[in-house]
């Protein structure tokens, strides 16, 4: 069965460096979209940043020139680094793999999620 398990969560001062990993089990690394999202007390679980096919990425403003999302195909693993963090960062992050069809849809049959890591930003 299918599985993602992140790790590298944790406690970090105010412009320091975390790197998330997303580790995929069973035939799913050749979907087409792969991203991280996170979720704050309160708020709502937003998109963080994307890979689909083809190596395209896509930021949330917050993050952009701060956050790097990239991909380890033959360890099937996905990865965030995260640098000059802020406590605004501060969430449970989740790794999603899935297949999108052309029109945007996600497929729900192929939409995994892991189980989240907590990345907390304080002094």
């Known amino acids: 069965q299918a599985q993602l398990v992140e790790s590298g969560g944790g406690l970090v001062q105010p412009g320091g460096s975390l790197r998330l990993s997303c580790a995929a089990t069973g035939d799913i690394f050749g979907l087409n979209t792969m991203a991280w999202y996170r979720q704050a007390p309160g708020k709502q679980r937003e998109l963080v940043a994307s890979i689909v096919d083809g190596g395209r990425t896509n930021y949330a403003d917050s993050v952009k020139g701060r956050f790097t999302i990239t991909k380890d195909t033959a360890k099937k693993t996905l990865y965030l680094q995260m640098n000059s963090l802020k406590p605004e960062d501060t969430a449970v992050y989740h790794c999603?793999?899935?297949?999108?069809?052309?029109?945007?849809?996600?497929?729900?049959?192929?939409?995994?999620w892991g189980q989240g890591t907590q990345v907390t930003v304080s002094s």
């Open positions: 999603n793999i899935a297949r999108y069809y052309i029109t945007g849809v996600v497929d729900l049959d192929n939409d995994y």
